[in-house]
């Protein structure tokens, strides 16, 4: 039988191995030119004004979210089909985080439900662009401004992307990147948040770094000095130059990783939709898919076999698959803490019951992708209702 294909690879090129050889042979190997070099060429592919390069995604969150404001006793509307970073970041804040359902089309959080669940305490709203497919941004800024609630995207499968022509990047207060070992690019470790305002990437630069004022991290150059003010007391999120010379490399690549896995998602629609027994995800016709995730929904009543006994039989044809997500109102930290019933947000409930991800990365080879085309077919055919 021929090797476990994994659900998720890296796609690292020898030039990006060679560029961080670089690094670790140059003497300086923390945050330092190459990070500045990586903010200004994220800045520039985002079309954002401030990019900060941080050592997560849920780093971003944080720090966006603090230099919002964020006090303890807010709310914060948050879909409950992400992943525990979205939520957490909210509660280290003392804030609560208000899980709001998603629609079945696109995973993604509705206009109406962000509308319905603003209080007299929200100060902020986590779209996630599930899957790498933007939320109706339009709509959802402008039910926030009329609100005066503040923006922040959890982008973590959105890179690249664009919604209505406009990056995704350019659309809310503040935007965060992951750039994990399984996001569409990586190095290793790694986020940003992207802003146009100025005094919040001033505020997260410096919270980034112990919350030391001005350019703390050349403080060992010859720029430099040693004298240092702390004006807050900051965290340790900084990205290092061996990350950012690999994320250089995988920026430069980003379009062509994403024809890749654009073209393997074709694959999957033209071999998997006949079949005639999963939903898609919609995706409206006004924004790009970033194809971070290759989601498939089991109908109902289709097939003699639940989603974990396709995932099961999957496995044992040598196929890593996934699921996206858990949502966090099953989890007993927020079920318990916040007293959610499992139906109380019906929609993520159903379709995490059905759904789960197929491998979807540019190193996958033709054979791969028609491996795993195989595999689900044989599944489906003797499991046919
Ligand atoms: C991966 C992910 C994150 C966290 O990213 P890190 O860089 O690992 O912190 C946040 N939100 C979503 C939706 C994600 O998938």
Redesign the pocket.
Same mark, same amino acid.
């Given at each position: 039988m021929k090797p476990f294909l994994p659900f998720a690879l890296p796609d690292i090129h020898e030039s990006e191995i060679t560029a961080v050889a670089d690094v670790l042979r140059s003497g300086w190997i923390t945050t330092g030119a190459r990070t500045r070099e990586f903010e200004a060429a994220f800045a520039s592919a985002v079309s954002a004004p401030h990019a900060v390069m941080l050592n997560?995604?849920? &780093? *971003?969150?944080h720090l966006a979210l603090e230099a919002l404001g964020l006090q303890a006793g807010d709310e914060v509307v948050v879909p409950t089909l992400?992943? *525990? &970073?979205?939520a957490e970041v909210v509660r280290y804040f003392g804030a609560t985080p208000v899980l709001v359902d998603v629609r079945a089309s696109d995973h993604n959080l509705s206009p109406e439900a962000f509308e319905r669940a603003i209080g007299p305490r929200t100060r902020a709203v986590l779209p996630?662009h599930?899957a790498g497919v933007p939320c109706d941004m339009d709509e959802i800024v402008s039910i926030a401004r009329a609100k005066g609630v503040h923006v922040v995207d959890?982008a *973590?499968?959105a890179f690249p992307c664009s919604y209505r022509g406009r990056p995704v990047g350019t659309l809310a207060d503040i935007t965060?990147f992951?750039?994990?070992a399984?996001?569409t690019i990586t190095t290793g470790?790694?986020?940003a948040a992207v802003t146009a305002n100025e005094e919040w990437a001033a505020r997260m630069r410096i919270m980034a770094l112990h919350g030391i004022s001005r350019d703390a991290w050349k403080r060992y150059t010859a720029e430099g000095s040693w004298y240092y003010e702390i004006v807050a007391p900051g965290y340790k999120y900084n990205l290092t130059d061996i990350a950012s010379a690999l994320g250089l490399g995988q920026l430069a690549r980003a379009h062509e990783m994403l024809a890749r896995r654009r073209a393997i998602a074709g694959v999957y629609d033209r071999a998997l939709a006949p079949l005639g027994v999963f939903e898609t995800l919609v995706q409206p016709a006004d924004r790009g898919n970033a194809h971070?995730l290759y989601v498939l929904k089991l109908a109902p009543g289709a097939l003699r076999i639940d989603r974990a006994a396709f995932l099961e039989e999957l496995k044992a044809l040598g196929i890593g698959a996934s699921v996206?997500?858990i949502p966090l109102h099953l989890h007993p930290y927020y079920r318990d803490t916040f007293g959610y019933t499992p139906d109380a947000l019906p929609v993520a409930r159903d379709v995490y019951e059905r759904c789960f991800s197929l491998p979807l990365y540019s190193r996958m080879t033709d054979d791969d992708v028609a491996r795993v085309v195989e595999a689900v077919v044989d599944v489906v055919a003797r499991n046919r209702r």
């Open positions: 997560s995604c849920t &780093a *971003a969150l992400t992943f *525990a &970073a979205t996630v599930f959890d *973590a499968h965060c992951s750039f994990y399984t996001k470790e790694g986020g971070h996206h997500f």
